[in-house]
């Protein structure tokens, strides 16, 4: 079986992947290789020729120099439009904002357009893209008989209005969810298309993501770098936006260091803007409106935050993801504050794997990883006070912190590793196929 991968036009898969759909992306390609055929497509970088092979899977690269020049100059007409409309005649407009052309038609036509032709030539089996939805009529005018699975690691298809994307994803022969939260969402709103869609969990690199494989020197060597001593570690890795709730965990830390002052929190991860949400500002309730202001100076907003503690509060940056798994077990409790309905999040797969406890949020498809009281804590989003309690609760136990690492470590064995993802992903096709 030949299969193709479509990466998001964005994301950069050599000669590492940067982000958990990248990382997806390579993880399924390079395990399905050693039965089948995998060829990837993803954009072209200055270490990414156009064609390029990687643990036996063929990596094509596509331009996307045309792509980014059209939605600069739609960017730079809405802007004079708006200026225009305000000097003559006093009047505000609200174009779509720039980096809402995730969710237009022309968002990137060229590159799927390039993709696929070359599709059309190279006829594999199946045919697998991330996420962007608008992309599928374009994949099927040019491949009619090739299945087409639409893999969502994120709620578009749930916040975006029906009618307009119904007409796209008719053309998906399977709709894959990183999560139950995420299918069945779908299905709710796409009744019609329930017999497409099936959960496809995450999953983590248990090699790489070993606490064991993790030397003690290493360990110290973080603590040396980041001016540490015997102070217990919280840890936060991800991209560093709102819906994230950082800002939450920053200010449970000033609840937290009133009562153990020995601890710190280290902060991994980019500061990244992120698309404003598709739904519609009147639809939003109050939590999302909130995540929408915080975007426009997160950065800022933090660095306020953590005045009265910022001798607490490191942050780290941008980390390699080879790198994480040192962090991981260099902490004592890991958290993610999450005040959004997170689609699945690989970063707890990862923490589990390390054998750390958990604390994160009753949101989206977190609760289908974490097991309340068993692998970690679970508290309500946007909860201060609550988030404090429970990192305050597993710094005062070192054995409950110890029995759920050992249990976070087995779920994670049993359920979220790449070879079982991979087992469920091509269970799917092949069950796909002898429907049809």
């Known amino acids: 079986m030949k299969i193709a991968f479509i990466a998001q036009p964005f994301d950069v898969l050599l000669p590492n992947p940067k982000n958990s759909i990248s990382i997806w992306v390579d993880e399924i390609s390079s395990k399905i290789v050693q039965n089948h055929e995998a060829v990837v497509y993803s954009a072209k970088t200055d270490s990414h020729d156009e064609l390029t092979q990687k643990n036996n899977v063929r990596h094509v690269g596509i331009s996307t120099v045309f792509d980014k020049k059209i939605i600069e100059i739609i960017n730079k007409f809405q802007a004079r439009i708006q200026s225009l409309f305000s000097k003559v005649l006093g009047i505000k407009i609200k174009f779509y904002s720039p980096k809402s052309h995730f969710f237009r038609w022309y968002y990137y036509l060229f590159y799927i357009t390039d993709i696929s032709l070359k599709i059309q030539q190279?006829?594999?089996?199946?045919?697998?893209?991330?996420?962007?939805?608008?992309?599928?009529?374009?994949?099927?005018?040019?491949?009619?008989?090739?299945?087409?699975?639409?893999?969502?690691?994120?709620?578009?298809?749930?916040?975006?209005?029906?009618?307009?994307?119904?007409?796209?994803?008719?053309?998906?022969?399977?709709?894959?969810?990183?999560?139950?939260?995420?299918?069945?969402?779908?299905k709710k709103k796409f009744p019609q298309f329930q017999s497409k869609c099936h959960t496809l969990y995450n999953g983590s690199n248990e090699i790489e993501f070993n606490v064991n494989e993790v030397s003690d020197v290493l360990i110290e060597s973080i603590r040396k770098e980041l001016n540490l001593k015997d102070e217990k570690i919280i840890l936060f890795?991800?991209?560093?936006?709102?819906?994230?709730?950082?800002?939450?965990?920053?200010?449970?830390?000033?609840?937290?260091?009133?009562?153990?002052?020995?601890?710190?929190?280290?902060?991994?991860?980019?500061?990244?803007?992120?698309?404003p949400s598709p739904i519609d500002s009147k639809e939003r309730d109050s939590l999302t409106n909130k995540i929408e202001t915080l975007k426009n100076n997160y950065k800022k907003h933090l660095q306020e935050l953590s005045k009265p503690i910022e001798d607490k509060v490191k942050f780290v940056g941008s980390l390699p993801h080879k790198r994480l798994a040192a962090y991981y077990s260099s902490c004592d409790i890991f958290v993610h504050p999450s005040v959004w309905n997170e689609p699945f999040g690989m970063i707890l797969t990862e923490a589990m794997s390390c054998e750390r406890p958990v604390i994160s949020t009753y949101a989206g498809g977190i609760p289908e990883i974490v097991v309340h009281d068993r692998t970690g804590l679970l508290v309500k989003p946007d909860d201060t006070q609550a988030l404090a309690d429970a990192i305050l609760q597993l710094l005062n136990s070192e054995k409950q912190r110890g029995e759920m690492g050992k249990e976070g470590k087995k779920r994670v064995e049993n359920k979220f590793s790449w070879d079982k993802t991979t087992e469920v992903f091509l269970e799917v096709l092949e069950q796909t196929k002898m429907k049809q």
């Open 122 to 186: 190279e006829k594999p089996d199946s045919v697998v893209l991330s996420n962007f939805s608008q992309f599928l009529p374009i994949i099927r005018f040019f491949n009619k008989n090739t299945k087409i699975i639409l893999m969502m690691q994120c709620d578009w298809l749930i916040e975006i209005d029906a009618k307009r994307i119904d007409s796209w994803i008719k053309n998906a022969d399977i709709i894959l969810g990183c999560s139950d939260y995420i299918v069945e969402g779908i």
């Open 237 to 275: 890795v991800g991209r560093i936006t709102p819906e994230k709730g950082i800002h939450v965990l920053i200010e449970a830390m000033r609840l937290v260091v009133d009562l153990q002052p020995d601890c710190a929190l280290l902060i991994v991860g980019p500061f990244a803007l992120n698309p």
